[in-house]
């Protein structure tokens, strides 16, 4: 069972990206019941919430990123997104998927993701 996160890179202040997490083997019951949730790490700093989506789709937004980031679950292909839009070098850092499912608490590795001023 893996938790496989893409789409980081480098962006300019004011750019977009998506983030994606992909959890293969898990069924598709125990995915769509699942509370899934994106963290970062600045360097030097504590890993802290980004954003959450509930088994019942209502979300939650760290207020650093409300009305800029947008959180959604793709529940027939097991994957997890994260819209950034109007980026900033506050934003950078390590971004990781994580799955709070009946079955257990799942981390992804992280991907990176860096704004340039």
């Known amino acids: 069972v893996q938790l496989q996160a893409s789409g980081g890179g480098l962006v300019q202040a004011g750019g977009s990206l998506r983030l994606s997490c992909a959890r293969s083997?898990?069924?598709?019951?125990?995915?769509?019941?699942?509370?899934v949730d994106w963290y970062r790490q600045a360097p030097g700093k504590q890993r802290e919430f980004v954003a959450g989506i509930t088994s019942g789709r209502a979300t939650n937004y760290a207020a650093s990123v409300k009305d800029r980031f947008t959180i959604s679950k793709d529940n027939r292909k097991r994957t997890i997104y994260l819209q950034m839009d109007s980026l900033r070098p506050e934003d950078t850092g390590v971004y990781y998927c994580?799955?709070?499912?009946?079955?257990?608490?799942?981390w992804g590795q992280g991907t990176l993701v860096t704004v340039s001023s």
């Open positions: 994580n799955i709070n499912a009946d079955t257990g608490n799942f």
């Open positions: 083997g898990m069924i598709l019951s125990t995915f769509t019941g699942a509370a």
